[in-house]
């Protein structure tokens, strides 16, 4: 399939990504291939190569960060397609070690679509065709993690204390829903920055917190206190309260962790 894919006029490469690039799959994992393309891609050459009945969606048509493709059942398992614009990777790659980076509204990403996916995609996954050597070019590149963007992503940790300065308000008039999405965004950004202090690349939320509370610059019992705070807020103003204190800990404690080189251990 990914040699075929590298025939269609656009398309520059294929690269087998997610789980079992990274060998993280369980028995029902999808096949994820990114089909790196420039320029005009021939969408009506991938609808063939897809068959009938599959709808492909073109560049822009799954959102802003997750520029398209499809989803495909062969021989009853999942193969989904996923478009890349090689040239905004680049692009985003030569952001990255400027130390510049960003998170955008994107579907399915309840976090945000960090920008510094794109190139931990490549450097994650493995090349399956590649007939100019283009993707194979760049991953190289990509084996070395940008100082740059470490020091930036880890920087940017300040923002899970104002998450929890703002639960803290919601708290006080029992506001669940605010609390909830300030607290689990505050963890978020501390993945993001515990995962950028490790030098590696954090693709979206699935399975980021497992990984980041193993981490050597994860604080003591992170993993254990993050999923207590997350899993059980609480409803009234006391319950809430109470969570929120906790989540401040935990925030000092990650970044009291991130300012030692070997994350206080």
Not at 67 to 75: F, K, S
Not at 178 to 183: F, H, I, M, S
Request: hydrophobic content about 50%.
């Amino acid at each position: 399939m990914a040699r075929r894919l590298a025939e269609v006029p656009g398309v520059v490469g294929v690269v087998l990504g997610g789980s079992r690039a990274r060998g993280e799959h369980r028995p029902d994992s999808d096949w994820d291939l990114g089909i790196y393309y420039r320029g005009g891609l021939d969408l009506d050459a991938l609808r063939d190569l897809a068959g009938p009945g599959v709808e492909v969606a073109g560049p822009g048509g799954w959102g802003p960060w997750v520029d398209g493709g499809a989803w495909l059942t062969v021989d009853g398992v999942a193969v989904d397609w996923i478009l890349r614009d090689l040239d905004r990777v680049e692009r985003i790659w030569a952001d990255c070690r400027a130390g510049r980076y960003e998170v955008g509204v994107q579907a399915g990403h309840p976090l945000g679509f960090w920008s510094p996916c794109y190139p931990g995609e490549l450097a994650l996954g493995q090349v399956l065709a590649d007939p100019d050597g283009a993707l194979t070019e760049l991953r190289a590149e990509l084996a070395q993690y940008p100082e740059a963007l470490r020091t930036a992503l880890v920087a940017a940790v300040w923002e899970a204390g104002f998450l929890v300065d703002g639960a803290a308000k919601g708290a006080a008039r029992a506001d669940v829903l605010y609390v909830a999405l300030c607290l689990s965004r505050a963890v978020g950004v501390l993945v993001q920055a515990l995962f950028a202090h490790a030098r590696r690349w954090c693709l979206n939320e699935k399975g980021a917190f497992a990984v980041a509370e193993t981490l050597p610059g994860a604080p003591a019992g992170f993993g254990a206190r993050g999923r207590r705070l997350l899993a059980a807020p609480g409803g009234t103003p006391a319950e809430l309260a109470a969570t929120v204190a906790d989540a401040r800990l935990l925030v000092a404690d990650t970044v009291a962790a991130l300012r030692t080189p070997a994350g206080g251990r």
